[in-house]
């Protein structure tokens, strides 16, 4: 049965209001009804919750998990930061997802810290008189809008559409902006200014040996994990049936509980439960309702904030099942980009004119900019999207996304010394605009969440990777053959094959399989199909929920998409939605679904 309607969700709201002219009192509220003088933080249902510390004229709230002394610590980075002038001299030790508000009442002023993995993602707005920022971009328009009228514009969604995240710190509107990663904000009354407190170093690559690297990720990769659990809460881990999970299971000392989450009791389920049996681990598999994506939409909508696809937002209405089980919640986000080289330019090597599991990197050929808009993997290609851009207005627009790329480029060259550095640069540069941020920010209506990828020393040393030594996850293989074998040799949900073996073990075993399906004609021997892994198809998904096609139909239409972006032709639009609703061959639904993101925020914000 599908729903009609849209289930309200409790969302984690956080949102920090300061009216200049009334000074700098603290408080802490459970209501996002931020009228009181002073800065006031609204914390509705947000983990964990802030922490406030008063010195003097200082105070610092604390927001997040920060670690000091390799142990999360909250009052121990409050006093770091009284107590050192140099604001970003504390804060490049400073490790974990935190963002720190720290204000002056004898100066009158605040200054807001966030981590170098926007760990906590936050978007701000100066509006004179009153300074407004939140973790929510929705909770911060609503709020504007009470007293200013906003206009959104169309190119920074366009440019969503296209790479299926917004670049650096603008957003759809004139008032508001995003905190980039590793910044300062400094308010005070007359203004705002960001400082930039660290940046990446890609300039100073490993001669290290394999192993001597590989044994250097499984200890820091250990090292984040007891960090992360230094608290003593009890521990939960979404477990998948791929590698990204299963590494980090296997650098916890004692196993958390694990939860796999999909549409029914598939193969990918099943591997996750041997993954879980192997290390003692209680299990949960935890059923989706058929019509998720549908019936949380619009919560979906409003935590995405029209900035990245709903159905990234995965994990919603989870929570009664999870937190009677878990406090903390882990999950392998980032390992994919950051140590298996998901998104490198590469190309998969064909024997016999079939693909293996071998690759090799492609050159970057001649302009970044241009070849990073045209060629990395996340963008939307199955719709060539400029050709439903109106003729008169295609050069701006293209002008328009290549020098938002090019700006992130240019800030990356103090940092970078070859474009393939450059290329990386372009993928974590403020990684809460990364387009799988949701599948984080979802987990948060359940409860706290951490992410072991978001550790400085693990960040550094995937800065020191030589390129190479990503391809093909080299060094997530060592960990699990070197931690924990038995994790190592259990399939994957993707292709039924040990997650711990190298390019040439599973070609080889991909070559035997297929001779023995011809020989014995046993068409169980195949790799799984989308049936047997947790992500729904987009394309089979919007075509088999007749809500969920409605709804593109009515984004495709929506009079508000119309006015916000004009140079769009929406009549070819509308016109080709029809063809690619017809068939899954046709593809489309990616460009949909974008749409529909637009279409369900700017429907609630309105």
Not at 240 to 248: A, F, N, T
Request: with cysteine; glycine share 6%; aromatic share 12%.
């Amino acid at each position: 049965m599908i729903a009609s309607n849209n289930m309200t969700l409790q969302l984690p709201h956080l949102m920090i209001s300061w009216y200049k002219n009334t000074g700098l009192d603290v408080t802490l509220k459970k209501t996002l009804l931020l009228e009181d003088n002073g800065l006031v933080i609204g914390c509705d249902d947000y983990k964990p919750e802030p922490k406030i510390f008063n010195m003097g004229y200082e105070t610092v709230v604390v927001i997040g998990c920060p670690i000091i002394n390799d142990k999360i610590d909250h009052e121990a980075a409050a006093q770091g930061w009284f107590s050192d002038g140099d604001d970003s001299a504390f804060l490049k030790k400073l490790n974990g997802q935190f963002i720190l508000v720290k204000t002056n009442s004898k100066n009158n002023s605040l200054v807001i810290a966030g981590d170098r993995f926007n760990g906590i993602p936050l978007y701000w707005a100066d509006i004179g008189d009153r300074f407004i920022a939140s973790t929510l971009y929705f909770d911060l328009i609503k709020e504007i809008k009470k007293s200013k009228k906003i206009t959104f514009h169309g190119e920074p969604m366009f440019e969503f559409i296209w790479l299926q995240r917004v670049m650096g710190e603008k957003t759809y509107d004139d008032f508001t902006h995003f905190l980039t990663a590793a910044s300062c904000l400094y308010v005070d009354q007359l203004g705002s200014k960001i400082s930039r407190f660290w940046k990446p170093d890609f300039t100073n690559k490993s001669h290290a040996t394999e192993d001597e690297l590989g044994k250097e990720f499984t200890e820091l990769l250990q090292q984040s994990v007891k960090r992360l659990t230094s608290d003593d809460k009890r521990y939960g881990l979404f477990l998948s049936g791929g590698h990204d999970s299963r590494v980090l299971l296997s650098a916890f000392n004692k196993a958390p509980v694990c939860f796999t989450v999909g549409y029914s009791d598939n193969y990918e389920v099943e591997c996750a439960r041997q993954a879980a049996t192997i290390v003692d681990a209680e299990h949960h598999y935890l059923e989706l309702a058929e019509d998720n994506l549908i019936r949380y939409q619009d919560s979906m909508a409003q935590l995405c904030g029209g900035m990245f696809a709903t159905d990234n937002a995965f994990f919603m209405g989870l929570k009664e099942k999870i937190s009677p089980y878990a406090e903390v919640l882990f999950h392998g986000h980032a390992f994919d980009y950051l140590f298996q080289g998901m998104y490198l330019p590469s190309e998969v090597v064909h024997w016999f004119a079939r693909p293996t599991f071998f690759k090799k990197l492609q050159p970057i050929k001649g302009d970044i900019t241009s070849y990073f808009l045209n060629q990395i993997s996340f963008r939307e290609k199955d719709v060539p999207l400029l050709n439903y851009v109106l003729a008169d207005k295609k050069n701006d627009i293209e002008s328009w996304l290549y020098e938002s790329v090019q700006d992130i480029v240019d800030d990356g060259d103090s940092c970078c010394a070859t474009d393939y550095d450059r290329w990386e640069y372009l993928i974590v540069h403020s990684l809460g605009r990364h387009y799988s941020r949701p599948n984080i920010d979802s987990k948060m209506t359940i409860t706290e969440q951490r992410v072991a990828s978001f550790d400085n020393d693990l960040f550094d040393y995937y800065c020191h990777l030589p390129t190479e030594k990503r391809l093909y996850a080299q060094m997530m293989r060592y960990t699990l053959q070197h931690l924990h074998p038995a994790l190592a040799n259990i399939p994957t949900g993707n292709y039924g094959l040990p997650a711990g073996g190298s390019p040439l073990c599973k070609t080889m075993m991909l070559i035997t399989r297929k001779i023995r399906r011809h020989l014995t004609g046993n068409s169980d021997l195949h790799a799984p199909d989308a049936t047997d892994r947790t992500w729904p198809d987009r394309d089979s998904y919007i075509r088999q929920h007749a809500i969920y096609k409605q709804r593109a139909l009515d984004a495709v239409r929506s009079e508000h998409l119309h006015t916000i972006m004009p140079f769009m032709d929406w009549n070819k639009i509308q016109k080709d939605t029809d063809l690619w609703l017809s068939d899954v061959r046709y593809g489309g639904a990616k460009f949909l679904v974008s749409l529909m993101s637009l279409d369900r925020f700017i429907n609630q914000v309105d």
